[in-house]
């Protein structure tokens, strides 16, 4: 069975720290990995994609990936109040077009 | 540019009828994708159009479940004989292409979804 995990959390952080959010996969055929944020009540909203092993940044937020560990990790620096939501981490299987998600992480960065 | 749009919004309908719920996809995505969102749950995935044709079709839970997207732009999920279980939010994503030699570096844009209450 293909499965994306997620601590649902909540994960608390102060406003200022980074928050590290983390994902494991359990099919070694992912082949792209993605970061989306879902406000209370709203669709999910795409901020990251990665697809090599590493770091990518952008912004604030850095996503790495360690595919030999099957796992995808998302930092946020400089944590404001406004990034607290749930973060939904999904992978793409090679050969298929959907996303499967994991249950999604819920932070909260407190002022 | 505009972005996923989903209608209705709402949709309240009690067990046992039929109903229709509409997505738009981003100009051009010649990829659509439904999902569907339960409390406390990631989207599940539904079904997956590349152009017209239905490309994956595995994530339809029963044959009360149809989708079709004539013209390659505006799909239609189809639900007949609802039952109470298949209260959700139903969401709809596209994206520019869907797979290209068995990858898919494609990114999936949202859609705001239509919350059923299946009473």
């Known amino acids: 069975q293909k499965e994306v995990e997620q601590n649902s959390g909540p994960l608390s952080v102060p406003e200022g720290a980074i928050a590290s959010l983390n994902c494991t996969y359990s099919?070694?055929?992912?082949?792209?990995f993605f970061w989306y944020r879902q406000y209370s009540g709203k669709s999910p909203e795409l901020i990251m994609s990665?697809?090599?092993?590493g770091d990518k940044e952008d912004g604030r937020f850095t996503a790495q990936l360690n595919k030999a560990s099957q796992y995808v990790s998302l930092l946020i620096r400089d944590s404001q109040p406004s990034d607290s939501a749930t973060y939904l981490c999904?992978?793409?299987?090679?050969?298929?077009?959907?996303?499967?998600f994991g249950k999604g992480t819920k932070l909260s960065v407190k002022p | 540019g505009a972005g996923v749009s989903q209608t209705p919004s709402n949709k309240v309908t009690e067990k046992g009828k039929y109903v229709e719920l509409r997505c738009d996809p981003i100009?051009?995505?010649?990829?659509l994708y439904w999902y569907r969102q339960s409390l406390g749950q990631g989207p599940e995935f539904l079904i997956y159009?590349?152009?017209?044709?239905?490309?994956?079709d595995s994530g339809l839970p029963n044959d009360r479940f149809f989708a079709v997207r004539p013209e390659g732009s505006v799909s239609t999920l189809k639900i007949q004989r609802t039952e109470r279980g298949d209260s959700a939010v139903y969401l709809c994503?596209?994206?520019?292409?869907?797979?290209?030699?068995?990858?898919?570096?494609?990114?999936?844009?949202f859609g705001p979804g239509t919350r059923l209450t299946v009473l």
């Open positions: 159009f590349q152009g017209t044709g239905a490309a994956d």
């Open positions: 100009s051009g995505h010649t990829a």
């Open positions: 994503a596209s994206s520019l292409t869907g797979l290209a030699n068995l990858v898919s570096y494609n990114e999936q844009f």
């Open positions: 099919d070694r055929g992912s082949q792209s």
């Open positions: 999904a992978v793409n299987l090679r050969g298929q077009g959907n996303l499967i």
């Open positions: 990665i697809y090599s092993n």
